[in-house]
Structure formats: C-alpha cells, structure tokens
C-alpha cells in the first residue's frame, strides 16, 4: 500500500499544474546566475575585430561630435547602418569611454527583448508559464550571452525585431493603434541597425499570421496607416545621414543595395558560401542548451501537421524560412542566427510545455535524457578548459563557481516537476560554464590579443596616434580603443622620411626587419599574438599553444 502511494506521488509530482511549472525560486536564482555571468562579460576587454572595431568607431563619432557619418579608421564606412553606433557613442557621452558603456545599450536592449519575448508568448498562447520559459530560454541561448560580451550590431538587431514582432502582433489582435505605432517605430530601429533584413523577419511573422488567422481586412485600418508613418518618421535619421554621407548612394545601399550584396557575396566576400546546412549545424551551439529541443520539437510538430496551431505556423514557419534562405546566403556568420531566437524560443518553450504535461508518455523522458546528456558531455569538456588548457586560478572565482554548483543542487532537489528539473540542469549548466568563461577563459585568451597588451602599453607610456604608425596593411582597433585615436596607416618607405621619434606596432617582423640604417631604437614591447576568435586544437591545447603563436611588437624608433 505504502509502496503505491509513494508510485503515486512521484507520478503526481511529473504532471504540469497549470499554475505551476516552474517555481518563482527557480527563475530568481537562475536570472542572478545570469547576472553574474553577464556582469563579468560585461567588463571583459574588446575582442578583435568587429566588437573592438565597433567600439573605436562609436568613440570617434562621441569624439567628434559628427553624428551623421560614420567613419572606419580614417575612412567613409558604408556597411552597417547607425543605430548600434549611435547608441554607444550616446552610452560613452554620459558614461565615459569604458567597455562596460560599450556594451551597456545592448544589455539593456537584450533584457528589454526578453521581456519582449515573454509579452509576446504570453499574448500568443496566454499562458504564464510558456511565456516565463520563452523568456528564460531566449536569454540564456549561448549565443545570446556571448553577444553581451562581444557585442556586435546584433544584440540590438534582435531587441527591436523582437519588440516589433510583440507589438505589431498586439496590433493585430487588439486593434490597437499604440501597437501600430510601435511596431512602426521598433522596425524602423531594427531597420536602423542591420538594414532589411530585420523586416524580412518581421513580415515574415506577420504575414503567416495574417494568412492563417485570415487578418486581411485589418491590413486596411487606418491605424496601420499611422504605424507605416511611424516606420518612416522613425527610419528618416538614418537615412539623412546615409544621405548626408554618401548622396543617393547610401540611400540606394541600405534600401537594397546592402542584403544583395551579402547574399550574393560581391561586396562582402564569400564566408561558408558552399555549405548549405550552415546554419543548421551552427544552431547546435548557438542556441544551447535549447538547440535539441528546438529540432525535436520541430520534427515532432512537422509530423502531426494536421491541425496546426496559427502561433507555430508563424514561429516555427518564419524561423525556418529565413535559415533555409540564408543558408542560400554565399555570406554566412554564425551570429545572422541570433535574430530568430526570440522566435525559436517562444515555439520551444510552448512545445516542450505541451509535451511535458503528457507526463505518462516516453517523449518526455528522453527530452529529459537528451538534456542532461548535453550538460554531462559540456561539463567533460569544461573540466579539460578549466583545468588544463585555461585553468582556474582566482580563489574567489573558485568560490563562486562552487557556490553556483551548490546553489544548482539544491534547485535540483527542491524540483517539483521534471521539467522543472530538466530546466535547472540546462539553463544551470549554461550559465555555470559561462560565469567560467567569463571569469577565467576569456581574460585569458584575451591576453593572446596583441592589440590588447601593447594598447595598455601605448597607453602607460601616453603615445599619442599622431605617433604611432601600423605598416603593410595592419591594423589593430583593440590598440586604437586604448590610445583613443586613429593609429596612423603607412608604409615602410614612407616612414624613411621620418625625422622625429616616433612608434610602430608590428605583427610578425622583427625590429631589425625594419629599422633603418640612421634610425635607432628606444624603447621595444614584444608580446605573443593570435587571432583569438578563431580558435582551433592546436591553440586550446596548451602543450601545442606556442607553436601556433606569432609576435608582435611596439617599437619606439629614433632617427639620428
């Protein structure tokens, strides 16, 4: 008799109350681990190149107060558009020039997004805990946390796409002309950051939205109207300064002139043009430790397509629609992805919700087993970083990792659910490696990027970028953050003529590769060197490291 009460119990506890899925407690302690992950991230040193490149590039526009260009070095920049610049040199106005106030817009934006997220699984499944569990699988998809480090136009791009979508479908359903009006003023955001292709995303949403829930006739309200002005009163900015900086020219580019250009790979260059599964594969990291769930649930949805649900024909439907084109794309980088997992999240989190409250079936357990199969084999490897190739070392980061593992455990047991579980050992184990990264892997990767170490140098020494020179066509915008400037481009005959003193920061050559006959030499920096966002196992593995690193030197030269 005993015995089947406990069966019982135990069977009770694994069937999800409508009410409670997840505790309050589980979410508090997650997000504060999420806090401190991103809270170490956030102080981390610029990495080479685009974060860093983004970074000089607000700093030069804060610097010279010209708002409506935007320069690359010395140059005219005609790529992304403004609002990512805009934002951070706005941040570094008020703030100073701090990588925290780097990054801080996109922080912000990305929590502003995750509360998007919520809003928006909660107005299309009204539901609570699908909603809460949209947000928290947004906000911690790997990809996502790693953007908040190494901040580039995407963390922004994926805030106002998600806002957009939220308040535009708000519109839809409510007839709600301030949801119109924000929808217009967040695509032309999304629209401001990264070009069109944060409208094709947003109408690729709405339009299986108004094709399944047969919304036509709203698309004739006069508040749609007023969000299309809105799109082009908040649009005009940035195209006043493409228009100011480039004539037509830029507003041709940004209109059509920027998507063709990365798809077919004529302006851009040709990254992963051959592989058309791309994506696909690259979502297996990028949105751990949800990216198994997210294929399951998709295979299982796609299945039983008798009946869909209008909300995953539009979720499910525009996310694959725009991997399967942008694997297309002769142009691919693994952070194009992030703008959909708003998207993919919300469709997860309803998914495995429905799937779990069949607590009698087989699915459910191996959702459960798939999952902690991921963080057993993460954890393998995390134990190789963290205790071969970049080993702890700080006391007090030991002291909060385990602390973090201590406080996981007990989450663990006080688990009610066994999606509840399954939840705290994935989100657990992301965040857990990430506080690890971001305390002890990357500061000390980040002391391989040369720019970094011989702009801390540079900048002790107060060597103003009137006197530092770069030779061959390199460049380093990690030593341009640290001495505020442009470092000066040349060549190696041109500085024949020097006559005062001056610096050259050199990759691969040594001193005497370059010194001149009547030049002597004051004083020399050399540091190891390597591109640090292109990791391979010669590098990671520290027995192998030093063969696979280069020199790099700071070089002050006196002409006699």
Excluded: C
């Excluded at 142009?331 to 009698?360: C, D, G, W």
Aim: charged share 15%; hydrophobic share 50%.
């Amino acid at each position: 008799m005993m015995r089947k009460m406990e069966e019982r119990i135990n069977q009770n506890s694994n069937l999800l109350s409508p009410n409670k899925v997840i505790s309050k407690t589980t979410y508090i302690v997650l997000y504060l681990l999420l806090g401190v992950a991103l809270g170490y991230g956030l102080m981390l040193p610029l990495m080479e190149n685009d974060s860093a490149q983004h970074a000089t590039m607000a700093m030069q526009m804060a610097q010279s107060n010209h708002y409506w260009e935007i320069l690359k070095g010395g140059g005219d920049y005609l790529d992304k558009p403004h609002m990512h610049f805009w934002l951070s040199a706005f941040s570094f106005e008020l703030f100073g020039y701090e990588v925290w106030a780097y990054r801080l817009p996109a922080l912000v934006l990305t929590l502003l997004a995750g509360f998007g997220t919520f809003k928006l699984a909660d107005l299309l499944y009204q539901n609570k805990n699908t909603a809460r569990l949209s947000a928290l699988m947004f906000l911690t998809a790997q990809a996502i946390i790693l953007s908040l480090h190494d901040v580039r136009t995407d963390a922004v791009l994926t805030s106002f796409t998600i806002l957009a979508i939220w308040q535009w479908t708000y519109f839809l359903k409510k007839k709600a002309l301030l949801g119109a009006i924000l929808g217009g003023l967040f695509t032309a955001f999304a629209y401001s950051t990264k070009g069109i292709i944060a409208i094709a995303v947003i109408g690729a949403f709405l339009f299986f939205m108004v094709l399944y829930k047969n919304y036509w006739q709203r698309l004739l309200s006069w508040k749609l109207a007023l969000g299309l002005v809105a799109f082009i009163l908040g649009s005009t900015p940035m195209l006043y300064a493409y228009y100011l900086q480039f004539g037509m020219e830029g507003i041709e580019f940004i209109t059509y002139g920027q998507a063709t250009g990365r798809f077919s790979g004529e302006d851009f260059g040709g990254a992963s043009k051959n592989d058309y599964f791309f994506y696909f594969h690259t979502l297996l990291w990028a949105f751990l430790p949800w990216s198994l769930w997210f294929y399951m649930s998709s295979y299982l949805k796609i299945k039983n397509w008798n009946k869909p649900k209008w909300v995953e024909v539009s979720s499910l439907g525009a996310t694959l629609l725009f991997i399967v084109a942008m694997n297309f794309s002769q142009f691919k980088l693994p952070h194009y992805l992030n703008i959909v997992f708003p998207l993919m999240a919300i469709f997860t989190a309803s998914s495995i919700v429905e799937i779990f409250q069949n607590y009698r079936s087989r699915i459910p357990k191996a959702f459960q087993i798939t999952q902690y199969s991921i963080a057993a084999l993460g954890l393998v490897l995390l134990a190789f970083l963290g205790l071969i190739a970049f080993p702890l070392e700080s006391i007090p980061v030991i002291g909060i990792l385990l602390l973090t593992l201590l406080l996981l455990i007990v989450l663990f047991i006080r688990s009610n659910t066994r999606l509840e579980r399954t939840v705290v050992v994935s989100a657990g184990f992301i965040l857990f490696t990430n506080i690890y990264l971001n305390t002890t892997f990357y500061p000390q990767l980040i002391e391989y990027q040369a720019g970094e170490k011989l702009g801390k140098v540079a900048a002790r020494n107060e060597i103003k970028a009137k006197d530092l020179y770069m030779i061959d066509g390199q460049y380093s915008w990690a030593m341009d953050w640290h001495i505020q400037g442009t470092t000066q481009k040349t060549s190696l005959m041109e500085l024949r003529s020097k006559t005062e003193p001056f610096w050259v920061m050199v990759y691969d050559k040594h001193p005497n590769d370059i010194k001149a006959a009547n030049w002597s030499i004051g004083k020399s920096y050399r540091v190891d060197n390597y591109r640090i966002t292109r990791l391979n196992k010669d590098f990671i593995n520290p027995l192998s490291r030093p063969e696979v690193l280069s020199d790099a030197w700071l070089i002050q030269f006196i002409p006699e």
